[in-house]
């Protein structure tokens, strides 16, 4: 039912930190790998909603602490997983009615740019971006001002017929970045609206907790 990535392509795009932090930068992202693995792990001998919640936001965790612990973090944890769990529920709900599955992603990480604090390679919600629903400023549980762009994109594969809806939150202030990337892949149209809301509900308490903390060594 679900499926967890790591953002590697967010992590190893940061190259803008000094070169004699590269060696400190792939010794922690062994570490978060590590550590996402052992997780799933534990989410395998717990199928609940209430274990896939807790791997989520781990996970959301773990990639925060191996790119820079001292700017990122994830508010609130016990009470977001409690949200996401009663979410993953409303998912199992939906299959129960109409019967059909479909597989729900979530992608996080963050990152430092260099180049602007714009990505031009891997996952990434531009000014420009067609999809693009939302831009506009947000200040983060503790006071700090970010922006909070959201990316729509909806697609169908003309081979298999397979539907692939995702929203891309990417929260910002200058060259540091989070993103989220929450996904659903199915077979059939009809089944996808019930379930975008559901998505939604899972990726907004994840952006509303989200703290980038100003870190003044830059």
Same mark, same amino acid.
């Given at each position: 039912?679900?499926?967890?990535?790591?953002?590697?392509?967010?992590?190893?795009?940061?190259?803008?930190?000094?070169?004699?932090?590269?060696?400190?930068?792939?010794?922690?992202?062994?570490?978060?790998?590590?550590?996402?693995?052992? !997780?799933? /792990?534990?989410?395998?001998?717990?199928?609940?909603?209430?274990?896939?919640? #807790?791997?989520?936001?781990?996970?959301?965790? %773990?990639?925060?602490?191996?790119?820079?612990?001292?700017?990122?973090?994830?508010?609130?944890?016990?009470?977001?997983?409690?949200?996401?769990? %009663?979410?993953?529920?409303?998912?199992?709900?939906?299959? #129960?009615?109409?019967?059909?599955?479909?597989?729900?992603?979530?992608?996080?990480?963050?990152?430092?740019?260099? @180049?602007?604090?714009?990505? %031009?390679?891997?996952?990434?919600?531009?000014?420009?971006?067609?999809?693009?629903?939302?831009?506009?400023?947000?200040?983060?549980?503790?006071? @700090? /001002?970010?922006?909070?762009?959201?990316?729509?994109?909806? %697609? #169908?594969?003309?081979?298999?017929?397979?539907?692939?809806?995702?929203?891309?939150?990417?929260?910002?202030?200058? @060259?540091?970045?989070?993103?989220?990337?929450? !996904?659903?892949?199915? @077979?059939?149209?009809?089944?996808?609206?019930?379930?975008?809301?559901?998505?939604? #509900?899972?990726?907004?308490?994840?952006?509303?907790?989200?703290?980038?903390?100003?870190?003044?060594?830059?």
């Amino acid at each position: 039912m679900i499926d967890l990535i790591l953002a590697v392509s967010l992590l190893v795009q940061d190259s803008g930190f000094a070169t004699d932090a590269a060696d400190d930068l792939a010794e922690r992202f062994g570490v978060a790998v590590d550590a996402i693995n052992s !997780s799933i /792990e534990d989410a395998s001998d717990d199928d609940s909603s209430l274990g896939y919640a #807790r791997t989520i936001v781990d996970f959301v965790q %773990t990639a925060f602490d191996a790119t820079d612990p001292e700017r990122f973090f994830l508010l609130d944890q016990e009470n977001l997983i409690t949200i996401i769990a %009663t979410e993953l529920d409303n998912l199992l709900e939906a299959e #129960r009615q109409d019967d059909d599955v479909f597989d729900f992603e979530i992608n996080a990480g963050a990152a430092y740019l260099p @180049n602007g604090g714009e990505d %031009t390679e891997g996952p990434y919600c531009a000014a420009d971006d067609p999809g693009k629903a939302v831009d506009q400023p947000l200040i983060d549980p503790q006071g @700090n /001002e970010l922006n909070l762009r959201i990316c729509w994109t909806g %697609t #169908r594969d003309a081979e298999t017929g397979m539907l692939t809806a995702t929203f891309l939150y990417q929260l910002q202030t200058g @060259n540091y970045v989070v993103m989220y990337n929450v !996904s659903m892949i199915g @077979n059939r149209e009809a089944g996808m609206p019930p379930r975008l809301e559901i998505m939604e #509900r899972i990726g907004e308490p994840l952006v509303l907790r989200t703290v980038i903390h100003p870190v003044f060594i830059d």
